[in-house]
């Protein structure tokens, strides 16, 4: 007779359905149009949306046109004025019957999800559609208080939102529930193979009495998409591959649209010896194979430090064999099916690349239908396509590491930077692997931890912006325009002898990189201002953006520090004011004195938070420096212009490599003098003089410079956002003139983007 515990083990689970009944009977009432205006339309051309679990068809839905798009932005935009001009108050009662609603009709949109999608009900139940109602709470809150807490700001009007097939329900929820707050209207693509929940969603917003063309729903594949960017919204909000994500870059620089993308990922799942084992390998399972795998964020990197590497493979594996492949609506199933044939090719196609680059593939069971069995690829190097290529489904690579070093090195590895997880028993080793870790989101001793209070998103070509908490708000508000006129294109400086400057012994002027003065790489200059100015080029540029980055430590410098130079700049700038009146104005050179006094108190004090989110974790949203910046400063106010928009992006510890007036440089570079007798370490200020189109392309264009402003005219604005597509850095592009000085030239705004926040979610408390 076997004992209870071999009874135990040879036991397995029983079938535990969950009824789809009540789902399909919603369904029968298909084929669907799109929700314009408040009510459905008749349906057009359809295409079948199917059950990936089982192939077949569950209802038809309407490809989308550009006139259908024309027809919801229309809508959208004949009710976003008064949606903005309601109270607070009022809109916050639609959000929270929103949540309501979905809250008692919770079972109904997890059974359908698992229908369209393929995920688990388990999931679908207990994580994607508690999540969504937690949003639109959170979210009635912020209509409560945004009048308040966002003095000056306004919505941007209509936003085109375009979601992912992995999460549909609670990406609506993400993208709706901070617009709709905020005072904006919302045109909204599900994604081609998962748009059934956001159907089911648009007949709770006619439920919820909610104000006709305040949420308009368009079905449809890629080309629907697109005609929604192109439309006439004033806010894209895009959430899926980086591929498209750098497509809609392209499309909407120039155009003034407010952009956010949410991006791939290769996230790192960082191992160390002195780590819990047994709770990272189940963090592993949430990792990489939660939802399939198919999660943007998932930790599909694993990198175990090389003493526990044995050990932690071994328990892995034997975890790995034990997890339940199956039909998506049994409770007791682990993993559901890939989405749709197509991704699952892709996986197979990936995996299939990796082993025969040297990979080890271990996959316990078998491919059926739309299913895969989650898998684990061990004895690959940094460069295996792996490690280096978003899979999108339940399969990981693994590699060891000796040191933290090597583990931060290996973590950064990648162009992505969304989310990173740390495990390790030492609170101390966690925190400053998660300091050095190139991502938006880190967990320690945790994985796929959200909340409507955690800022999310990424860093590099993972996207840019944020979505939940303050900072997701802000992603749907507005600063006052500049009140200036448009900016005029420049010509070309021209690199021959100009007019004189007068008797004398002319001034020598030249480029500032790496803390010392340059001459130009080309050898050439141009005349400016009486003088001749050093014509720089791609190579300067080049040169500056190393230096800058060499000076990596001024980012590390604690706030007072930076402070204290600051102050110290500022001093020395009042010592030679009038010089540098003498080459602006009196008025100028004052303002210019009195803006770094200004930026200098800002240096320790523009802080991070503790977002209250779970239970037992601090959440810590940190605002950290980009690292190396460009600035291309305005033509207007070549003083106090170039003053303002340098100072606060050092002051949140950048550096940066600066283009001042072309017209007009000497007073920036005067100042060279003024930073060498400031206690600025080399590197941390580099200015570079000459074409401004050119110089501003070189930069939006180099991979090695994170952010990028750019306060010039329409085709230069137009043209950084273009080339910046490549490695996808937020460019602040502003076509019109600021009032320099006055509150335009010391605007929040400033401090807002000179940082990107890395949310670390820590365990506290039992």
Same mark, same amino acid.
């Given at each position: ?54 192939g077949a068809a569950l209802a038809q839905v309407t490809q ?312 684990? &690829?061990?004895?690959?190097? @940094?460069?295996?396509?792996? $490690?280096? !290529?978003?899979? /999108? *489904?339940?399969?990981? %690579? ?50 796929? &931890?959200?909340?409507?209070? @955690?800022?999310?998103?990424? $860093?590099? !070509?993972?996207? /840019? *912006?944020?979505?939940? %908490? ?66 720089? *080029? ?40 009038a010089d540098l009146a003498a080459l602006s104005s009196k ?180």
């Amino acid at each position: 007779m076997p004992t209870v515990t071999e009874a135990l083990l040879a036991m397995d689970y029983g079938p535990a359905p969950e009824s789809p009944a009540i789902a399909l009977d919603w369904l029968k009432r298909g084929p669907f149009g799109h929700f314009i205006n408040g009510k459905f339309t008749r349906p057009g051309a359809v295409f079948d949306t199917v059950n990936p679990a089982t192939g077949a068809a569950l209802a038809q839905v309407t490809q989308g046109t550009g006139a259908d798009i024309a027809a919801a932005v229309k809508a959208a935009r004949k009710a976003q004025p008064g949606w903005a001009k309601l109270p607070g108050h009022e809109r916050a009662r639609y959000l929270y019957a929103l949540a309501r609603l979905l809250q008692k009709r919770e079972r109904l949109f997890a059974v359908l999800e698992v229908l369209d999608n393929g995920k688990p009900i388990r999931e679908a139940r207990d994580i994607d559609v508690p999540l969504a109602v937690r949003h639109f709470y959170h979210h009635a809150g912020w209509a409560e208080l945004v009048a308040d807490e966002f003095p000056g700001m306004a919505p941007h009007g209509v936003c085109g939102q375009i979601i992912p097939w992995n999460f549909p329900l609670l990406m609506l929820a993400w993208k709706l529930a901070p617009a709709l707050a905020a005072g904006n209207t919302v045109v909204l693509k599900p994604a081609e193979y998962t748009p059934l929940t956001a159907l089911l969603f648009a007949e709770l917003c006619i439920e919820a009495g909610l104000p006709r063309g305040v949420v308009n729903i368009v079905t449809g594949d890629g080309e629907t998409g697109a005609a929604l960017v192109a439309a006439e919204v004033d806010k894209i909000a895009f959430t899926g591959s980086t591929e498209v994500g750098r497509m809609i870059r392209q499309v909407t620089a120039g155009t003034g649209k407010a952009l956010t993308l949410e991006l791939g990922g290769k996230s790192p799942f960082i191992v160390l010896a002195g780590a819990d084992l047994d709770a990272a390998v189940e963090g592993v399972v949430d990792a990489i194979w939660f939802n399939q795998g198919e999660v943007c964020c998932a930790g599909s990197r694993i990198l175990v430090q090389e003493s526990v590497a044995s050990v932690f493979t071994d328990r892995l594996k034997a975890r790995m064999a034990r997890l339940r492949l199956g039909d998506p609506l049994d409770k007791s199933t682990d993993i559901g099916a890939v989405v749709h044939p197509v991704q699952l090719e892709r996986i197979q196609s990936i995996v299939a690349q990796a082993v025969e680059q040297g990979a080890e593939l271990h996959q316990p069971g078998s491919f059926d239908g739309c299913f895969c069995p989650p898998a684990l &690829l061990t004895g690959l190097g @940094a460069a295996n396509v792996a $490690m280096q !290529e978003e899979i /999108f *489904g339940p399969v990981a %690579a693994l590699m060891t590491f000796r040191t933290p070093a090597e583990a931060v090195e290996l973590a950064n590895n990648t162009r992505y930077g969304l989310a990173a997880s740390i495990w390790s028993e030492n609170i101390t080793v966690a925190l400053d692997i998660a300091a050095q870790v190139k991502a938006g989101v880190v967990w320690i001793n945790g994985t796929n &931890l959200f909340d409507a209070n @955690a800022p999310f998103g990424g $860093m590099r !070509e993972s996207g /840019f *912006g944020r979505e939940g %908490a303050r900072e997701g708000m802000l992603a749907y508000l507005r600063d006052p325009a500049p009140g200036g006129k448009a900016r005029a294109t420049l010509p070309a400086p021209v690199a021959l002898p100009g007019e004189g400057g007068g008797a004398g012994i002319d001034r020598t002027h030249k480029l500032y990189i790496g803390g010392a003065q340059k001459r130009p790489d080309g050898g050439y200059s141009y005349s400016a201002q009486g003088s001749q100015i050093p014509l720089g *080029g791609r190579k300067d540029i080049r040169n500056a953006v190393e230096a800058a980055h060499k000076a990596a430590g001024w980012g590390k410098a604690t706030g007072h520090n930076r402070a204290q130079v600051l102050y110290f700049l500022a001093e020395n700038m009042a010592a030679r004011q009038a010089d540098l009146a003498a080459l602006s104005s009196k008025a100028e050179a004052e303002g210019a004195v009195a803006r770094a006094f200004y930026w200098a108190a800002w240096a320790d004090k523009y802080d991070g938070k503790v977002h209250a989110t779970q239970s037992a974790h601090l959440t810590l949203a940190l605002k950290e420096p980009f690292g190396v910046m460009g600035l291309i400063c305005p033509e207007e106010a070549p003083l106090l212009g170039f003053i303002s928009t340098l100072l606060p992006a050092i002051a949140m510890g950048n550096r940066v490599v600066a283009v001042p007036s072309q017209g007009a440089p000497r007073a920036a570079l005067e100042m060279v003098q003024v930073l060498d007798t400031s206690d600025i370490p080399g590197g941390v200020v580099n200015i570079v003089t000459g074409p401004r189109h050119d110089l501003a392309r070189t930069m939006a264009q180099h991979d090695d410079v994170a952010a990028l402003w750019v306060f010039a005219d329409a085709e230069t604005c137009a043209m950084t956002g273009r080339e910046s597509a490549g490695n996808l850095k937020p460019v602040w592009a502003e076509n019109s003139a600021r009032n320099w000085a006055g509150t335009e030239g010391q605007a929040r705004d400033f401090l807002r983007r000179a940082v990107q926040v890395k949310t670390v979610w820590v365990p506290y408390g039992a």
